[in-house]
């Protein structure tokens, strides 16, 4: 079984520029969810992906944008890019969940890009 | 106020030690609580989860959720080096809803 992997796992960009992150879910999973984490602290949402749809936005400006393609891989592109864009972005994969409590539709992460913003 | 409050340590602590980690959080709506583990250039790989209050035990390690508190903890007994790593405790409404992280606590184990 193919986990999820990302790339590229580093880029530095500087400030105006854009990017291009990509994102391979598991095998089985249609949904997938990016992920920003800056230096110490927690990953915070920035949208999910389910069938080709964007289901679901956190708290991020609309130069943050993404896709997803028939065989449920995503892109994460960011325009305009600033200093503090400087993360880790990370990429989950899930199955849907039937609303049972024992199901939580556990989120199965790559291991991130790490962008650095000049 | 933070949905999710977790203190970043640093914590060190020698092997061997039970070791205790904790978040609060706000929103009383919260159901699903998780622990991620995340070593250093990785991505989090989830630890433990439980559904609503109670404990769940998984070998050394042992989650506790306190609903009328808004408290969760992760305790690991019998700490190892090999559980040197940042531990993020993340909490959500329902199965499909994103999850929302605390800052991350991070765990030194001496040899």
């Known amino acids: 079984e193919t986990g999820v992997t990302q790339s590229p796992t580093h880029l530095i960009k500087t400030r105006g520029q854009q990017v291009t992150l990509r994102c391979s879910s598991q095998s089985g999973h249609n949904t997938v969810s990016w992920y920003q984490q800056a230096l110490g602290q927690g990953p915070q949402f920035i949208f999910q992906?389910?069938?080709?749809?964007?289901?679901g936005r956190g708290n991020f400006p609309p130069r943050f944008s993404g896709l997803q393609f028939p065989n449920y891989s995503s892109e994460l592109n960011v325009n305009a890019l600033e200093l503090d864009d400087s993360a880790l972005y990370l990429c989950?994969?899930?199955?849907?969940?039937?609303?049972?409590?024992?199901?939580?539709?556990?989120?199965?992460f790559g291991e991130g890009s790490r962008l650095t913003v000049l | 106020q933070k949905e999710v409050e977790q203190d970043p340590g640093p914590l060190s602590v020698p092997e061997g030690a039970i070791v205790s980690l904790n978040c609060t959080y706000s929103?009383?709506?919260?159901?699903?609580f998780m622990w991620y583990r995340q070593y250093s250039r990785k991505g989090p790989e989830l630890l433990m989860y439980?559904?609503?209050?109670g404990n769940k035990e998984d070998g050394r390690f042992t989650a506790q959720v306190d609903k009328s508190s808004k408290y969760i903890s992760l305790f690991i007994r019998d700490s190892q080096p090999s559980d040197s790593a940042t531990y993020l405790c993340?909490?959500?409404?329902?199965?499909?809803?994103?999850?929302?992280f605390g800052k991350g606590t991070r765990l030194s184990v001496i040899a």
């Open positions: 439980t559904y609503s209050s």
């Open positions: 989950a994969s899930s199955s849907p969940t039937s609303g049972r409590p024992t199901n939580t539709g556990e989120l199965f």
């Open positions: 992906y389910y069938r080709e749809e964007e289901n």
């Open positions: 929103n009383s709506a919260f159901q699903y």
């Open positions: 993340a909490i959500r409404n329902s199965g499909n809803t994103p999850l929302v």
